[in-house]
Structures are given as C-alpha cells and as structure tokens.
Nanobody, 118 residues
Framework: QVQLVESGGGLVQTGGSLRLSCAASGNMFSIMSMAWYRQAPGKQRDLVASITGTGSTNYADSVKGRFTISRDNGKNTVYLQMNSLKPEDTAVYYC????????????WGQGTQVTVSS
C-alpha cells in the first residue's frame, strides 16, 4: 500500500507561483508513473501533467509553458511548479501514482486546494 500526501497549495494572486509537492510512502516510487490532476467545483477531474519513472513528461494544453512536473526518486516526491497562475487554475489538485507491476495499481492523494485570485 502506498500513501500519497500533497502539500504546497494556497491562495495566490494572478501571475503568481506555487509549488506543489507529493510525497509517497514505501519503496515503489521510482517505478511508478506519477501525475497531477485537478478538479474545479462542478467540473470533472482533469489531467494536468504526468511523468514516468524514466522522466518523460506530458502536459495539458492549458498549462503548457507555465507548469513543470518533476520528480526526485531519492526523496520519493513529485513536484508541480506552477507559474503565471490564472484564476481558471483554481481547483483542488490531486496527486496520482500508478503502475502495472506486480499487478496493476493506482493510488490517489487527498488533494490540496489552489486558489488564484483576480
């Protein structure tokens, strides 16, 4: 069982920056694909960015050029650096880890609120 704990959310003005962190328990982190999702009130949960165990990244079009996902396998932590924040980035941000060995699995964190004021 893996536990994911997010931190770093908060209130920021338009144009500001935040860095989210997601710390994973256990010893499977380095082989897990990690991702950040977000969910605004009344909307579905959407993928923001993902990173594989080997460091390949993928971003939603809405955050390309503004957000950067990274990971530190030595610290079992994945980060989301968010720059040039906009009010439409306001949401609860969730960390997800998944993999297929030894069997398919998926873990979610509890979420952290990000609020961007205009």
């Amino acid at each position: 069982q893996v536990q994911l704990v997010e931190s770093g959310g908060g209130l920021v003005q338009t144009g500001g920056s935040l860095r989210l962190s997601c710390a994973a328990s256990g010893n499977m982190f380095s082989i897990m694909s990690m991702a950040w999702y977000r969910q605004a009130p009344g909307k579905q949960r959407d993928l923001v960015a993902s990173i594989t165990g080997t460091g390949s990244t993928n971003y939603a079009d809405s955050v390309k050029g503004r957000f950067t996902i990274s990971r530190d396998n030595g610290k079992n932590t994945v980060y989301l650096q968010m720059n040039s924040l906009k009010p439409e980035d306001t949401a609860v941000y969730y960390c997800k880890g998944d993999g297929t060995w030894p069997t398919r699995y998926e873990y979610w964190g509890q979420g952290t609120q990000v609020t961007v004021s205009s």
